[in-house]
């Protein structure tokens, strides 16, 4: 049975998907299952000229109003492998489609990510975001710079049927969409979600309950991932970013990121982080609830919180002050990429749960610089981070924002606040 059809074909030329999987249609006009994605040179990929154009640019972008997403429709993070089998139902960053290699390996170098072999690095988790680095996002898109973002790591086969085990480092990518191109690979993923079963209500950020449910590959995700492949490539890769650790120093960890302009010849500038002095580029992290380095200049500025893990009482003022600085760097209304650093960011969700409400009994949700849901196409009980228990005993230092480290999946304050920021401007977009 096709499903969906009038609205996934009219949006999707290259995407035909089936109640029993989905089915590519390469450049060539050839189709090609899960096994047989199009993966050439590391870095190059024939591409057919004509196939840019994923939706029609002369739709209107409001086109159809609002949109009934939910969380795990527009941040998406797929369940570890548990074989050799899973690993190959998850796109490697070789993948090639319409727009090109999904992630080149010159790019991933240029951002510093050298962990490994770039033929294990998989995709692990995407997302949308309508309007890039902005506070209060225009309800008609006038100003605002969609993104498709992507997760990749490094992913090998197991032999004993155990999932993975993802080393400490994560290669984040954006990927510049229309208006149209975003609003329609929304209704997509919405439809899909629907046509595999999936209610409105599947509850806070964690690895996807459908693709937990039928596996990876299974519909929904290789659904998910046909869509990826037609919107993401080469050649609308806007930025790259990297968190790498010391290996086999664990406790050690880099944050950087370049400016990507795309064309025939991808040429790369460093991302210049905000707040930090001197135009730093970069930033590391090193032991026990690290102090970054350099650190940010902000007025939110956490440090503090790392001295006094232990410690018990009410907050003086410089506390109180870094105490609300954890709840603004969470807010995606208060403070974006342009205005906070990448390692306060990391650390936010850490200091939270390991300094501020265990020593000082601080709820951010509380606080009056918290984000606060709508409680309509987001309630309160969703908005709740993804740290396995074992990850806040054992493995004091899970930096990840929506990725893995070992077994354990990190899914920070911030990104879920981010998508739940995202779901209600779909929710609420003009008629």
């Given amino acids: 049975m096709l499903l969906r059809s009038s609205v996934l074909l009219h949006v999707l030329p290259f995407v035909v998907l089936f109640a029993g999987g989905a089915t590519w249609i390469g450049c060539s006009g050839e189709a090609a ?31 159809g109003g609002p949109i009934a997403a939910t969380l795990n429709d527009v941040s998406i993070l797929f369940p570890l492998p548990a074989n050799a089998v899973d690993v190959g139902h998850l796109l490697p960053a070789s993948s090639c489609g319409p727009r090109g290699t999904l992630l080149p390996s010159s790019l991933s170098s240029s951002a510093g990510f050298s962990e490994g072999g770039y033929a294990d690095l998989h995709l692990v988790a995407m997302r949308l975001d309508p309007c890039f680095a902005s506070t209060a996002p225009d309800p008609h898109g006038s100003g605002c710079n969609p993104q498709l973002r992507l997760i990749f790591q490094l992913v090998e086969p197991t032999t004993d049927g155990a999932p993975s085990t993802i080393p400490d480092a994560a290669v984040h990518v954006f990927y510049s969409l229309s208006r149209s191109e975003l609003l329609a690979l929304a209704r997509a993923l919405v439809s899909l979600r629907e046509a595999s079963g999936g209610d409105a209500s599947l509850g806070p950020l964690a690895p996807h309950p459908l693709i937990v449910n039928q596996g990876l590959g299974g519909p929904f995700s290789l659904g998910v991932q046909k869509l990826i492949s037609a919107y993401a490539g080469a050649s609308n890769i806007t930025r790259v970013a990297s968190l790498t650790s010391g290996l086999p120093v664990i406790l050690d960890w880099s ?30 992290l090193f032991g026990s609830l690290p102090e970054p380095s350099p650190m940010t200049g902000s007025v939110d500025n956490t440090s503090i919180l790392l001295l006094l893990q232990g410690t018990h009482g009410s907050p003086d003022g410089g506390e109180m002050n870094a105490l609300d600085s954890l709840a603004r760097i969470e807010n995606p209304t208060l403070t974006t990429i342009d205005t906070i650093d990448c390692a306060s960011c990391h650390q936010a969700t850490l200091l939270e749960e390991l300094v501020a409400e265990p020593d000082f009994g601080f709820d951010d949700r509380a606080s009056s610089f918290s984000f606060q849901p709508d409680g309509v196409s987001v309630v309160a009980a969703d908005l709740t981070p993804t740290f396995a228990a074992d990850a806040l005993q054992n493995n004091l230092n899970n930096m990840h924002a929506f990725s893995y480290v070992g077994q354990s999946a990190g899914i920070s304050q911030r990104t879920v606040n981010e998508t739940a920021a995202v779901v209600e401007y779909l929710n609420h977009l003009p008629p």
Avoid at 43 to 54: E, Y
Avoid at 257 to 281: K, Y
């Fill in 33 to 63: 299952d899960n096994h047989d994605r199009i993966t050439q040179d590391e870095d190059h990929c024939v591409v057919d000229s004509d196939a840019g154009a994923v939706v029609d640019e002369s739709d209107s972008g409001d086109a």
């Fill in 255 to 284: 944050l950087q990121a370049v400016d990507v302009d795309a064309g025939p010849t991808p040429s790369t500038s460093p991302f210049v982080i905000p707040t930090l002095p001197a135009g730093a580029t970069s930033q590391s």
